[in-house]
């Protein structure tokens, strides 16, 4: 940071719809094979002569556990980061972006808070990449900062704050226009 902090924004994917589905799908698997196998194991029976015991549905179940939990790690430590100092913008949107990526004035060619459609322009949220539109990174809503890269480049950052972000982007054009 150079300057005084102007705006910070956190954003997380937890407690939104996308994690809810996450999770309701994960218990449902889970407790699918819970009953799988409670039901295919009579007493006194070796498991290995189960469907589950079948080594193709050990292979499936194990996948399965392993997608589910990646899914889930990816869902809990996704974390969308934007600050504004009085000179410049920094984001991060990990574990995507990791290192905090710093743009100056002489990077960009625009820079709005806009209000935008996240199905109709880049196929919903998170990490996304749209031949029209270009790069999005965002967890939820409806609002974003608009990046234009001098190269022509396109990436919108959602956000939760779209006022005082806003706000925040006019001092820092204000900055940039008296240097």
Not at 52 to 71: D, K, M, R
Not at 145 to 167: M, S
Request: hydrophobic share 35%.
């Amino acid at each position: 940071m150079k300057g005084k902090l102007l705006f910070s924004e956190t954003q997380h994917f937890k407690n939104t719809i996308f994690w809810w589905i996450e999770v309701g799908v994960g218990l449902i698997t889970l407790g699918g094979l819970a009953y799988g196998i409670s039901i295919n194991l009579s007493p006194g029976e070796d498991w290995v002569n189960t469907p589950l015991g079948n080594p193709t549905n050990i292979i499936a179940a194990t996948i399965t556990a392993i997608v589910l939990g990646g899914v889930h790690w990816l869902f809990t430590t996704m974390k969308l980061i934007v600050e504004i100092d009085s000179e410049n913008l920094y984001y991060s949107y990990y574990p995507f972006v990791r290192s905090k990526k710093q743009l100056r004035k002489n990077d960009l060619k625009q820079v709005e808070v806009r209000k935008y459609n996240p199905i109709l322009e880049y196929g919903g949220w998170g990490y996304r990449i749209s031949a029209r539109n270009g790069k999005a990174y965002n967890m939820k809503g409806s609002y974003g900062l608009q990046l234009v890269f001098n190269n022509g480049d396109r990436l919108l950052i959602g956000t939760q704050k779209p006022e005082e972000l806003k706000r925040a982007i006019d001092q820092l054009k204000d900055n940039w226009n008296q240097h």
